[in-house]
């Protein structure tokens, strides 16, 4: 009898050390999920009024056409994909640019931007982070006739210009530019053709 019920107590113990792996499994799915839904949100909040407008006009998925210039007049091009989204209460909006350069390695990059109104300086400020190289840049700017227009500074006095050019609905043209003498020139070191999801696929359908 007693041989019986440690057989049982071991079969039992066995089926436990069988189901145990994928409920820890679908509580770190529920905890990943958890966390994903606490930040984003459906809308901005109502206390950015018309400066939700600002990003809130590109919300939803890009296809992107990615091309880099170095300084030596190389010209990096990759394909990939923006994702633009409400977070943090609608007080923010993040951006997630995912790319795979032609003719690499195959390896997906990955960068994001949280962007949000500060109603001090009456700017939009961007905390760009590029955890795969350890760069961190912080930008503020706003509108500027029919373009969006944020800059930031870095430590070797240049200024860097990143801008959203050429908007419609379902395309815009994103920038990224350097000075080296305050602002009085400035050179192309990026520029991102971007098609919204949809409208893309709509195209690529029509006969």
Same mark, same amino acid.
């Given at each position: 009898m007693r041989v019986a019920v440690t057989s049982l107590g071991w079969t039992i113990l066995c089926a436990?050390?069988?189901?145990?792996?994928?409920?820890?499994?679908?509580?770190?799915?529920?905890?990943?999920?958890?966390?994903i839904a606490a930040l984003e949100a459906a809308s901005p909040h109502p206390s950015l009024g018309e400066q939700a407008r600002v990003f809130g006009q590109f919300i939803g998925t890009w296809e992107c056409d990615y091309a880099n210039f170095a300084e030596?007049?190389?010209? !990096?091009?990759?394909?990939?994909?923006? !994702?633009?989204?409400?977070?943090?209460?609608?007080?923010a909006v993040q951006d997630v640019w995912t790319w795979t350069a032609e003719g690499g390695s195959g390896a997906r990059e990955v960068v994001t931007d949280i962007r949000f109104f500060d109603s001090k300086s009456a700017k939009w400020r961007a905390v760009w982070v590029d955890p795969a190289s350890s760069r961190v840049k912080t930008a503020s700017g706003g509108v500027i006739g029919d373009r969006i227009v944020l800059e930031s500074t870095a430590d070797d006095g240049s200024r860097d210009r990143w801008s959203f050019?050429?908007? !419609?609905?379902?395309s815009f043209v994103w920038r990224g530019e350097k000075s080296r003498?305050?602002?009085?020139?400035?050179?192309?070191?990026?520029?991102?053709?971007?098609?919204?999801?949809?409208?893309?696929?709509s195209a690529k359908n029509k006969p």
């Open positions: 436990l050390w069988a189901i145990e792996p994928s409920e820890q499994g679908g509580r770190a799915g529920d905890s990943q999920r958890d966390m030596d007049g190389t010209i !990096t091009r990759g394909k990939g994909e923006v !994702t633009f989204g409400w977070v943090l209460d609608g007080h050019n050429d908007i !419609t609905r379902d003498d305050s602002g009085k020139t400035w050179q192309l070191w990026a520029e991102h053709h971007l098609k919204r999801e949809d409208a893309a696929a």
